[in-house]
């Protein structure tokens, strides 16, 4: 059985930090991508970071780039996401998502991911 199990949100002020962490379990960590989506009430899920296991590729949203940092730790099964400089419009359920294969190309796409974590909720503070 493959879980994803994300973790570290909460409320937060304006200009301040979270790191999320999400555990994958019941499969090998390695040739899968991890990616984190984050969905507002009346907004579609929305892919705001993707890393690939086996070469540490990433790839960011415009909307978080140059804020957010997304960094794996294949020896612990975990995908990590340092969010910096958070904003208000950053408020939202933010998901881990896995694909089982390596992907390639600029979009983060939720079509594109097998397996998922129940969500964690980020909430800033204005």
């Known amino acids: 059985e493959v879980q994803l199990q994300a973790s570290g949100g909460g409320l937060v002020q304006a200009g301040g930090s979270l790191r999320l962490s999400c555990a994958v379990s019941?499969?090998?960590?390695?040739?899968?991508?991890i990616a984190w989506f984050r969905q507002a009430p009346g907004k579609e899920r929305e892919g705001i970071a993707r890393?690939?296991?086996?070469?540490?590729?990433?790839v960011y949203s415009d909307s978080v780039k140059g804020r957010f940092t997304i960094a794996s730790d294949n020896a612990k099964n975990a995908v990590y996401l340092q969010m910096n400089s958070l904003q208000f419009d950053d408020t939202a359920v933010y998901y881990c998502?896995?694909?089982?294969?390596?992907?390639?190309?600029?979009?983060?796409?939720?079509?594109?991911?097998?397996?998922w974590g129940q969500g964690t909720q980020v909430t800033v503070s204005s």
């Open positions: 890393i690939v296991s086996d070469n540490d590729d990433t």
């Open positions: 019941g499969l090998t960590f390695g040739n899968s991508a």
């Open positions: 998502g896995l694909a089982e294969r390596n992907l390639a190309g600029p979009m983060i796409r939720a079509v594109d991911y097998d397996y």
